[in-house]
């Protein structure tokens, strides 16, 4: 393999990966322990696999273009697959939101969320049969259904063809929200979600209260605890794989998503600024 020259951007540096380490090296010793991995040690090294998906999910470019000083790109495809499969990357982004949130003073386990969707085009690669039209904003693609802390920070996610209605998918998200994280008791939503998702956060013990903009005010207007999802949304698109779906399964799509929020909160933690791709 090349030797590198000069670190990318994207790399993590050793205050990052010591946040990523344990969990992924655990991994692989589960897989050795379970008999997946026999045979000679393991050729590339853990950290430099993490530093080319982050690449990934950072530029935006296909797997088959990523430089040769990583390691070869079916191995890093590899990884990714086999990490969203075993959920790594889900369990990366629930020890790193508790460990910003405890930063923050706050409880590692929220008590409130809020809720939101977005819809997003796609790319030529992805199958027909995982797309659809949202009627209402006019876009042909997949819909990212998602619900954040009060910090704007990443509880869960769902992707879905975009013609799946904000209800289905909250419904979904609130579910999952609720099972994972029994200390939340009121969510916050648009006006996008009506009756059948306050009935099922009520069955779940959750107070859905859904936010409505003041018809008497013109012009812009922040709507409370609204804005905190919209910057969440926001810190997605600096990843460059996120401004479009390029991703051929949805659970790929939402691995992805937790990728850019590890990214975002291990830089939080440490410190270090996040360099955007629209500024390059």
Known sequence: MPSRQRPYPSDLSDARWDLLEPTLTAWRAERRGKGLDIGRPPEHDLRRIMDAILYVDRTGIPWRYLPHDFPPWETVYGYFA???????????????????????GRDAEPSACILDAQSIKTSANVPATGQGIDAGKKIAGRKRHIGVDTLGLLLAVLVTAANVSDNAGGIQVLSSIAADHPRITKAWADTGYRTKVIDHGARLGIDVEVTRRDPAHKGFKV?????????????????????????????????????????????RLTRESTPNWKDS
């Open 82 to 104: 086999a990490w969203q499969k075993d959920e790594v990357f889900g369990q990366l982004n629930g020890l790193l939101r508790r460990l910003v949130r405890e930063a923050e």
């Open 223 to 267: 709507i409370p605890r609204r804005w905190v999802v919209e910057r969440t949304f926001g810190w997605l698109m600096h990843h460059r794989r996120l401004a479009r779906d390029y991703e051929t399964h949805p659970h790929r799509s939402e691995a992805m998503i937790h990728l850019a929020m590890i990214d975002l909160m291990s830089r």
